[in-house]
């Protein structure tokens, strides 16, 4: 666990739940990353497009501001 929200949120931004999981939150930084691997598949398969991207990076923005907003030094 670090004592820096915008560590935890840039890792977040790299990687979906990673954020979480400094920040302690094991079981939402599981989900987010499980979100991350079905919403990778789903973007390659099925809209392999714009829209696909557009998407993706949303979900990272708001992986981002959820390990922000939910830090809590401990």
Known sequence: MTNNK???????LIIPGLGQ???????KG???LAV???LNVF????MNNIFGNVISLAYHVFACY???TN???K
């Open 6 to 12: 915008i560590i935890n949120a840039g890792a977040s």
């Open 21 to 27: 999981l400094l920040n302690g939150q094991t079981q």
């Open 30 to 32: 599981i989900i987010f």
């Open 36 to 38: 991350l691997i079905l």
């Open 43 to 46: 973007s390659y398969f099925l």
């Open 66 to 68: 959820d390990a922000y």
């Open 71 to 73: 830090f809590e030094i």
